[in-house]
Structure formats: structure tokens, C-alpha cells
């Protein structure tokens, strides 16, 4: 069951990945008021910004499944495959967002969302 806190923890952490790829070595970044600095970002470092933005947007409902798959009785080590894949491609989708690859993003969302569905009716039986 520990690997299902790691997983958790590790979907958590994943909009600071995006975070960091957006502020590490920007010049003129003001950690005291970054908004405004990371709003006028382009290129990569904007579609970074907006990366972590639709990470955190991704987190409630993958949170939400993951609890009510643990309240159905899903089976753990299937519960723990569907959400190490969904981390995964969470973290594709990441690379590919920051990349410029908007079609690819778009199916990577798209699988991650797929993932959050069976991860919610993973525990019906």
C-alpha cells in the first residue's frame, strides 16, 4: 500500500517539474513576484508555465479517483500499475508540452484522462 502514497506523492510533485523547467536560469525572474515575469514568458518556458498550470488542474481528479478506487476495494497492484502509467504519461505529456509538440500533448492528455477513468471504476465489480 506504500506504493500508492509514493505514486500520490509523486503525481503531486509532478506540476514543480514543470515549474522549474519554466523559472531555472530565466533572467530577470523575481521570485517575489514571479507572475508577472512568467506571464510574459514565451517559447518553452511559457508552454512550461502552462504545463504546471494543467498539472495542477489534473491533480483533483486523479485524487479523487485514486480515493474512491482505495473506498471500492480496488485491488492495489492494480490500482498501483494504472497510476505509475498515469504518472508516466503525465511526465510525457510534460516533455511533450514544453517540447511543442501540440498533437502529441493532445493524445497524451487524452490517455491520461482515459487512465483517470479506469483508475475510478477500477474497484466496481
Known sequence: MTHIAWLMLAAALLPLVAAIASKAGGRGFDNRDPRPWLQAQQGWRGRANAAQANSFEALPFF??????????????????????????????YLALY???????????????????VLILFAGAR
Do not use: D, E
Request: aromatic share 10%; no cysteine; net charge positive.
Open 63 to 92: 485524487f479523487a479517483a485514486v480515493l474512491f478506487a482505495l473506498y471500492n476495494q480496488a485491488p492495489v497492484q492494480h490500482l498501483g500499475v494504472l497510476m505509475g502509467a498515469w504518472v508516466v504519461v503525465r511526465l510525457v
Open 98 to 116: 514544453v517540447g511543442g509538440h501540440g498533437t502529441l500533448r493532445s493524445l497524451a492528455w487524452l490517455a491520461a484522462l482515459i487512465l483517470n
